[in-house]
């Protein structure tokens, strides 16, 4: 699986948007992006995934670079409650490989 | 639905003892999976079911044992507790088939060895 690059850590004001980056540069093209969180002690959750083109959903937006080696996921309007790990995972899409591979993840905190 | 339901929340064994981590879902998913994640790291695959009746390796298999005699529960059984695997412990499924991407996490068990 290709490796992901992510900042450790990045802080937030609520209100305003929260952009996380992910570096991808190694992805091949039947690889999809994932993005997880996961909020202090709970299982982490799905976000969102795309392969190329870019995705929107009820919790985030997923930018992909038209050369596919970076992504950033975008939390449109922050909230005290966003503040968590944010992992994002490149996943082939088929065979044994599939499995999901977590990172150390971004710790965002979002700033009242 | 209930979801993913990991039991117990909490344990503490001491070395050599042996347990069994329960995972129900209620989904009707295929897959299921077990996760460890260690302080300040990321999650770690263990083992990973695609159906009843099979189950496959992950990153760190050693010392656990697991079986899908249904497609409900996918129970993780550590045969003699040591210190280094004390962790959270992290069941998750999702539908089968290649289209399905979404995994769905339980809310762990802190597991401490003594």
């Known amino acids: 699986d290709a490796k992901t690059t992510q900042p450790t850590s990045m802080d937030c004001a609520e209100g305003r948007a929260a952009n996380l980056p992910c570096n991808h540069s190694?992805?091949?093209?039947?690889?999809?992006v994932y993005w997880y969180r996961q909020i202090h002690s709970q299982g982490p959750q799905y976000i969102i995934h795309?392969?190329?083109n870019n995705e929107t959903n009820e919790m985030a937006s997923l930018i992909i670079t038209e050369d596919r080696k970076s992504s950033t996921l975008i939390l449109p309007h922050a909230t005290l409650r966003d503040t968590a790990v944010y992992y994002c995972?490149?996943?082939?899409?088929?065979?044994?490989?599939?499995?999901?591979?977590f990172g150390s993840g971004t710790q965002l905190t979002v700033l009242p | 639905n209930a979801g993913v339901t990991q039991t117990p929340k909490f344990q503490v064994l001491k070395t050599g003892q042996s347990m069994t981590l329960q995972c129900a879902q209620d989904?009707?998913?295929?897959?299921m999976s077990w996760y460890r994640q260690d302080p300040g790291m990321g999650l770690r695959l263990i083992h990973y079911?695609?159906?009843?009746?099979?189950?496959d390796q992950g990153e760190v298999p050693n010392g656990y044992n697991v079986s899908r005699s249904t497609t409900e529960d996918f129970p993780l059984r550590l045969l003699s507790a040591a210190p280094s695997q004390t962790s959270v412990y992290f069941c998750?499924?999702?539908?089968?088939?290649?289209?399905?991407?979404?995994?769905?996490f339980g809310s762990g068990t802190q597991l401490s060895v003594l």
């Open positions: 998750a499924s999702r539908p089968g088939g290649q289209q399905n991407e979404k995994l769905f």
């Open positions: 190694t992805i091949s093209g039947n690889e999809y």
């Open positions: 795309g392969l190329k």
């Open positions: 989904m009707n998913h295929e897959y």
């Open positions: 995972i490149v996943r082939p899409r088929s065979g044994s490989a599939r499995q999901l591979t």
């Open positions: 079911s695609v159906g009843a009746g099979i189950t």
